[in-house]
């Protein structure tokens, strides 16, 4: 080997790609770990023989069934063509321990290294990592994957922006340059790159066909992890065999888990009969979200005899924001005051005392029920950040706490409908005499009118209220429920004028809020970003989101985009629960204590012959 610039670097051990990036990053020692975090420390050190909440002498065997609700006619979720089932089957990079807000440990990568300045990332890759053809992950398969998901799926192309283009460093070894200094989550959330085959999709088909990740393919995908597609019905259910020589199960992140031998998925088009479905025992997990049906109806025999289970498991971490999410690409949203008008007019104490049994609290923050959470005035640091943005967000956010509307007593609703129709009117909304009812018009003679679109009959019971509580304003709101997949479309076309809507957050939020809420996806179809916002003033904070050096500056950052968010009456909010539902035959089982950032099924669950047994006889 000759002495180039290029095998100077190699011989003191460092990488290529680093002669590209500024010295501070190679002049660091390059010191590998085996677990990343957003916090101060992990929870697992380098020696860990499993997670803490597995259970490592669960059996093996069995069978899980699991339903959920829509239809799919594609088994590539890499694209946004088609509705793709949810048949992940490729591993990552890294996985997360359910037990921790933000840390991740090595899988596909045994170990990863980043300087101080987050300029780049390399990982070290298992030799032993394979895919189920035999083939062993290559740092190109790496590679691929990144620049593969960024191109076709607007989801990675936010949350991957700023990763340059990665270079193989070694014979296991890949290095990724990023793009801005700072992100201190980048490296973190680079596990989480699914690693797909490059050989098999450049590959053909048994056609003859060259594949194409940019479409959709009902073709079963190579995987890598503990499963594979064994059978295929397009729209009604897909089903997974365990791969009985998976390269990843002795290891500390995989011990304990991946227990059943076949995982069962069945579509369902509508609600009830899924629910139907779940009682007369064709699957076996109920994850519930309606209030109602937890409430009243698991009154059915085998929950009263003990074969089916109804729990109600503590969940750690944000409550995310549930919200009436209004498409401000609709004229009729543009103005504030008019979204605001439409909050007040959500009677959430009524809908929690008569619809949802009490169980639910209302939401007042996109990170509800955490430290993330702007409460109170903002602090000093908060300024810090908002002053400069002082012209571009709503006074209020420097001198008020942002409450939701309560209407807790009459005399609460009538001053709210008060304020509503000043709103209204402020902006040109004036109530108009049209047979026997009030409509709202404006100057040029249209009326008020819009679609709340749903995808579930459920939730049905709680958008009629709020029609007529509308209807009082001169408001004429409709109510429309489609079915998952036209929904679906719609959602990701961004053709609908208020959908109900769920922003979920993690502890360390980060990359992802571009996705949610930054102008570059406001116009990048099936993006989160559903409302349309396009704020310069939010861009900037979730960049300081993105870049924050620390906790303290995370929280800081979290808190001030919160505050400009909430004020800006982009949503209506609806509530949050800090516990998840789940009823289940008695025939699966899960941990007794469970890890709390997550259900965790099917992985950590397992099969109870014993109990399937007595089912049976029964």
């Known amino acids: 080997m000759g002495l180039t610039r290029r095998g100077i670097l190699q011989l003191a051990g460092l990488p290529p790609l680093l002669s590209l990036l500024p010295s501070t990053a190679f002049a660091q020692e390059r010191i590998f770990r085996h677990a990343t975090t957003l916090f101060d420390t992990v929870k697992y050190g380098p020696e860990f023989s499993h997670f803490d909440y597995v259970n490592i002498d669960a059996p093996q065997g069995g069978r899980m069934r699991l339903g959920t609700l829509g239809s799919f006619d594609s088994l590539n979720p890499y694209t946004i063509k088609g509705d793709p089932a949810s048949t992940g089957v490729n591993e990552t990079l890294m996985v997360s321990s359910l037990d ?19 300029s780049m990332v390399v990982f070290r890759l298992r030799p032993e990592a394979r895919f189920h053809d035999g083939e062993p992950i290559k740092p190109e398969d790496v590679i691929f994957s990144m620049e593969a998901l960024k191109a076709n799926h607007p989801q990675y192309g ?12 070694g014979d296991h070894e890949v290095t990724f340059p990023i793009t801005i200094k700072g992100n201190r989550e980048l490296p973190h959330i680079m596990g989480q790159l699914p690693v797909l085959p490059k050989h098999w999709w450049t590959g053909t088909d048994a056609n003859g066909k060259t594949r194409d990740i940019s479409q959709s393919t009902l073709e079963p995908p190579l995987g890598s992890d503990a499963y594979r597609v064994a059978e295929v019905k397009p729209g009604q259910s897909y089903r997974l065999v365990r791969v009985e020589n998976y390269w990843g199960k002795d290891l500390p992140v995989r011990r304990g888990q991946h227990n059943f031998d076949e995982i069962e998925m069945q579509y369902y088009l509508d609600r009830n009969v899924q629910f139907e479905a779940f009682k007369g025992g064709q699957f076996d997990v109920q994850l519930e979200t309606s209030s109602k049906s937890w409430a009243t109806g698991y009154d059915f025999p085998a929950v009263k005899d003990g074969r089916v289970i109804k ?128 409509i709202l018009k404006n100057a040029k003679g249209e009326s008020f009118r819009f679609e709340i679109l749903l995808d579930s009959e459920a939730f049905e019971r709680i958008a009629l209220p709020y029609r007529d509580q509308l209807a009082l304003l001169g408001i004429d709101a409709s109510v429309r429920t489609a079915d998952p997949a036209q929904y679906e479309r719609l959602e990701g076309e961004f053709n609908f004028d208020m959908i109900v809507n769920v922003w979920g957050q993690s502890l360390s939020p980060g990359n992802e809020q571009r996705d949610f809420f930054g102008s570059e996806f406001a116009g990048k179809q099936k993006s989160k970003n559903v409302c349309g916002i396009a704020n310069p003033a939010i861009d900037a904070l979730i960049d300081r989101i993105v870049t924050a050096p620390d906790r303290p500056s995370l929280i800081t950052a979290c808190r001030a985009m919160d505050r400009v968010l909430m004020w800006n009456h982009y949503v209506v909010p609806m509530w949050f ?13 899960h941990p007794g204590k469970m890890p709390g950032y997550s259900p965790g099924y099917p992985d950590i669950w397992w099969f109870d012959a014993e109990a399937d047994a007595e089912l049976k006889k029964g």
């Open 100 to 118: 921790e807000a933000s840390s991740e440990y090595g899988l596909i990568a045994e170990s990863v290294w980043y300087p101080d300045d987050a």
């Open 158 to 169: 936010g949350y991957y922006k700023d990763v340059g283009t990665g270079e193989k460093t």
């Open 311 to 438: 729990d109600e498991i503590p969940r750690l971490g944000v409550n995310g924001m549930q919200c009436w999410a209004m498409n401000l690409r609709r004229p009729l949203f543009q103005d504030a005051r008019v979204r605001r008008a439409l909050d007040l007019a959500f009677d959430f104490e009524w809908s929690n005392q008569n619809l949802f049994y009490g169980l639910y609290s209302r939401s007042r923050s996109f990170f509800n029920n955490s430290e993330l959470e702007a409460k109170g005035l903002p602090s000093p640091e908060e300024l810090a950040l908002l002053e400069p943005l002082r012209d571009q967000v709503p006074p209020e956010v420097f001198t008020s706490e942002y409450t939701s509307a309560s209407n807790a007593t009459p005399q609460d609703r009538r001053k709210n409908m008060r304020e509503a129709q000043a709103l209204l009117a402020a902006t040109g909304w004036t109530a108009q005499t049209q047979g026997t009812r009030q």
């Open 577 to 589: 629960k800090a516990e998840d539902w789940i009823a289940y035959w008695k025939r699966v089982r």
